[in-house]
């Protein structure tokens, strides 16, 4: 497997205890392997192959759930994954990670964007993108307004054609993560599809 050397964290594994020699960093998923906080390592390519942490099997997932919501509307534009934008939501998502996890959006007007946060076990993208689609019954399929708007109305938003997703683990072990939409939905007066 390639191996691409970045500054993160030295996996070191004594009888479930994972530890990290080196300076401060945020912490990541790495082929499913929780890591915490800091130096540099030799990552597989990863990071490569999605521009995130989260793992190309999560991708697919991630994409195929997504689609699957657009596809019941009559949403004939599946979404796409994008390594760039996914790049950016690790950025965040690891900016979020070291500031103890607050919740936040990134502000970042370029991209539409959805959260999600889990602490008492292992989370996926999966897991984000199935929480998001719990919003579906509370979207009046009126056009956008300030009490309409959802995580669900982004993920369906018809003119969005790129998605990607970035992944931390926070010091209290839970997870957060970012997902960065192109173009923006959730446009004031607009209907989503």
């Known amino acids: 497997m390639k191996k691409t050397k970045i ?11 994972i530890a990290c020699k080196g300076s401060a960093q945020t912490g990541f998923v790495m082929e499913n392997t929780i890591t915490s906080p800091t130096t540099e390592v030799y990552l597989t390519s990863q990071t490569a192959i999605t521009g995130s942490y989260v793992s190309a099997e999560e991708t697919k997932k991630f994409l195929n759930h997504h689609n699957m919501a657009r596809n019941e509307l009559g949403i004939d534009v599946n979404l796409v994954w994008n390594n760039d934008i996914a790049g950016v939501a690790q950025k965040y998502t690891e900016k979020l990670a070291s500031e103890n996890c607050v919740f936040n959006h990134s502000g970042n007007s370029k ?3 959805n959260l999600f946060w889990g602490s008492g076990g292992r989370y996926t993208a999966l897991d984000g993108s199935k929480a998001w689609y719990s919003e579906k019954p509370d979207y009046t399929k009126a056009p956008i307004n300030e009490s309409n708007y959802r995580h669900y109305t982004q993920m369906i938003w018809k003119k ?3 998605v990607g997703v970035g992944v931390a683990i ?13 173009p923006v939905g959730n446009y004031m007066r607009e209907f989503p599809y």
């Open 7 to 17: 500054f993160f964290c030295q996996i070191l594994v004594i009888a479930s205890l």
């Open 160 to 162: 969005t054609t790129d």
């Open 111 to 113: 991209y539409g964007e």
């Open 170 to 182: 926070c010091e209290n072990g839970s997870y957060v993560f970012v997902a960065n939409y192109f």
